[in-house]
């Protein structure tokens, strides 16, 4: 087996996050803003389903919105550039050009016309996590998407990111380690941002400290209020998110780290002081006509992702967190794909009592017009494991005369006893 | 830094000063059957192979030709009831899902997927095809499947073959590059599993 040894490497990478452009810096060049908008985005492919993981890019041209300002800026900028021409043939950056151009859509409606320096990738890992290079390069992980649903709440991600970036909070950070004589580690750290990850103690690396977050929450939740967004979508991220830590924590039977100072959220006020402090932030702000949360627009654009989202999730052995994530997506009622995903998750974990319930899931699942013809397949295994045999074998053949190219079909077959 | 190059270095390091036994790769010499993974999984190699010292598992162990990296046999040498496939080295934050016996192929096609899933942390592998075999003489499965390592980029191809044997999880697995190395060994881990047979264990 590959070891562990890649996480660790990954480990070190990511959170990064921050700093540069100043208002007048880009106002001097509003041309370049203006006439680039979609060198933006990270070249995308027309294919609505994940690609056969490798594609290659040809790097596209950064406009010169904002130019580095002084010796230490421009070795940040080198090392992010060095990376950021890596990060673009990666295998893990989604190139779906719909929801990529969704992305930036709303990015641009909450940001304004600077956005057009900036490019987003959205990397294929699970976990949910945004971060921002000093030189305008910023990461969106597709755990975020499972965790945000409306648009609102994507717009509060993009925001509380650029809001670091245009503070140039990376930069005030390598000052800092500069002074204590550390840069070469801090560079060091850097050099392994094109690897994207962060599995969670990153953070510990490389943290902004409480007053930056804080300062970019601020920023946020002005900038979506003022694009018309509901300035309350980014408390509820946090709410979300202390849930989902809970719901793990009680699946495996340990405590919460919702406010530990540590793990994935490390950098980051404990969840919910950070929760009274949006709120109240969000309360103040008087948002433009009736705020927006956009959720049918969000829930479109993810549509063709949603079964690759879900399944990656499934994938991570997170019983407690997969099971709230599933039934908070649930909230305006259960869907065929819901109901298959949630059969999935309790097939995975395969206690007696689970592979009773996924069949009960799976045959809700295969209840409507848009029923996932793999809960078939779910069906007929969690049934042959708890024993009935003759019923699951009947769900198997009807999962293959459903999808008779499957990639296990002989295994399916004589599983079928066909 | 991967582990087999910290494990060359460390080899390298003491030997200047001594040569006392330690976890290093030891030659599988061709001909010779060996008992694999602390188990009763024997081997016999058709051309010289080199055991990694240090164990993925409790049940588990590694070989390769030109180091881990560009070529990888793991054999899993009965994997008990309710226990991980490898070293479960994250288990509080992290935990690898666990091996039943009641699983059925495809749950363990599912559960080796998800545990290279977390343990490596990628989202970016999956199980190509899974199909009846026999492993070991006795009725079993073959899957292939394919990966990237997050941080890494290099794509790997590998493949899964093994069977339940009294309610144990017994599998051999190859994975390399896709580019040149997975091609270039292929063979010779087929030759290489085609030789495995379960003896009884010495108590």
Known sequence: MIARRAVTLAVMATTLCAATVPP?????????????????????????????????????PVPAVYVPQDKDERGLWMQMEEEERKLKTSNFVMREAQLNDYVHRVFCKTVGPECASIRIYLMRTAYFNANMAPNGAMQIWSGLFLRTRDEAQLAAVLAHEFAHYKERHSLMLFRQAKAKAASATFLAMFGLVGALFALGEISALFRFSREMEARADALSVEMIAK???????????????????????????????????GGMFASHPPTTERLATLKALAASIKPMGTPRLNRDEYRAALAPMWASLIDDQVKLNDFGATEYLIGFLAVDGWTPSLNYARGELYRARGRPEDLTAAAGFYRQATQGADAPVEAWRGLGLSLLRTGAQAEGQAALKDYLSRRPDASDKTMIAMLAGV | MNHFKKLALGVAAIGLVTAPAIAGYKLMPAGVPVAVAKSGLTITPSIDWNRLGSRPGRNAESWTLDGLTLNDVTFYGGIPNNTTLFKDAKKKTEPLPRFSSTMLIPDIAQLFE????????????????????????????????????????????GEATGAVIGGNLYMITYEAPVIHYYDASIELFHKLAETAVIRPVKK
């Open chain 2, 114 to 157: 998800s545990s290279y899933r977390v343990s490596v942390g990628t989202s970016l592998m999956s199980i190509d095809a899974v199909k009846p075999a026999t492993f070991a003489g006795s009725p079993g499965f073959h899957f292939s499947y394919s990966f990237v390592v997050q941080g890494e980029e290099v794509r790997r191809k």
């Open chain 1, 24 to 60: 007048q810096a880009a106002a001097s060049t509003p041309q370049v803003a203006a006439s680039t908008p979609q060198v933006a985005a990270p070249t995308p492919q027309t294919s609505a389903t994940q690609p056969d993981i490798i594609v290659s890019v040809e790097p596209q």
């Open chain 1, 227 to 261: 694009a018309g967004y509901d300035p309350m979508a980014a408390s509820r991220i946090w709410e979300q998110i202390g849930a989902e830590a809970d719901a793990t924590a009680a699946a495996r039977n340990t405590k919460s780290r919702k406010d530990k100072n």
